[in-house]
């Protein structure tokens, strides 16, 4: 296979990553019609629509602002010009941004029940596509890995077998998934427990498979910004399962 993939129909070239977003985002939606109109939503149709463009509004200013500061050495000399401050996004800075935006939504109405669960397999679906489309792109999406000697290692197009990291995302996905169904057949996870668990264990994997792409280290912190930003996500919700702990043990 040569990278990057292209479908030819005719005189025209559709590059593959384009065409797996657009699967990914309509068959990540109908895969939550689906599943709402089989599960006892205790959200209505416009407390929906409303926690939907707070989260629409988080991810978007989350993904471009951590995917700015990724290489902070850029922001004062854009390659491009402007227009490069509206290009760069990531899928971490979406979710934490997302995140935000839902939960503020959320307390201006008044909803208390979880309106992540319900979304958990079909934001995995929409991802494991994505994440396809990006292992397509090969070295022009930037989510290639390092170099590496083992046996799957994978030519992008520079002569250099790389760590195919967008293929280690999508069995993390279907494995982090599986899980979660097998665990709720045995026994049902408290409300709001099933998105917690998924994007916990997804930032975890994101902290460390971060290691095996080149991207630069922020000066002097050690870690990028994504990794940073993961930092903080499990930060979060470590203290949003211990901190029950603490106060049941302080009464």
């Avoid at 959200?43 to 471009?64: E, M």
């Avoid at 197009?157 to 999508?170: F, K, S, V, W």
Wanted: charged letters at 15%; one cysteine or more; aromatic letters at 12%.
């Amino acid at each position: 296979m040569t990278y990057p993939v292209h479908l030819t129909l005719g005189s025209l070239h559709l590059p593959v990553h384009l065409l797996c977003e657009v699967l990914a985002y309509s068959l990540g939606y109908r895969f939550y019609t689906y599943l709402r109109a089989r599960t006892a939503d205790r959200i209505s149709d416009q407390g929906r629509q409303f926690i939907f463009i707070g989260a629409a509004l988080g991810a978007l200013l989350g993904s471009r602002l951590l995917g700015l500061l990724e290489h902070p050495e850029l922001l004062l000399h854009p390659p491009g010009g402007w227009l490069y401050y509206t290009t760069n996004k990531t899928i971490v800075g979406g979710f934490l941004g997302g995140l935000l935006g839902v939960e503020l939504t959320k307390k201006r109405l008044g909803i208390t029940a979880s309106s992540g669960d319900l979304m958990v397999y079909p934001l995995a679906l929409g991802l494991a596509i994505g994440r396809l489309g990006c292992h397509f792109s090969g070295l022009e999406d930037g989510t290639f890995g390092t170099a590496t000697r083992l046996p799957w290692g994978l030519d992008f197009g520079d002569g250099i077998p790389r760590h195919p990291t967008n293929l280690y995302e999508i069995t993390f996905l279907a494995l982090l998934t599986l899980g979660l169904w097998l665990w709720e057949r045995r026994r049902p996870l408290p409300n709001g427990r099933r998105f917690e668990v998924f994007l916990a264990g997804y930032l975890l994997f994101r902290l460390l498979v971060e290691f095996l792409k080149p991207t630069a280290a922020l000066p002097g912190l050690g870690l990028t910004a994504i990794q940073w930003a993961c930092v903080v996500g499990l930060g979060y919700y470590v203290w949003l399962w211990v901190r029950p702990l603490l106060l049941s043990q302080g009464n």
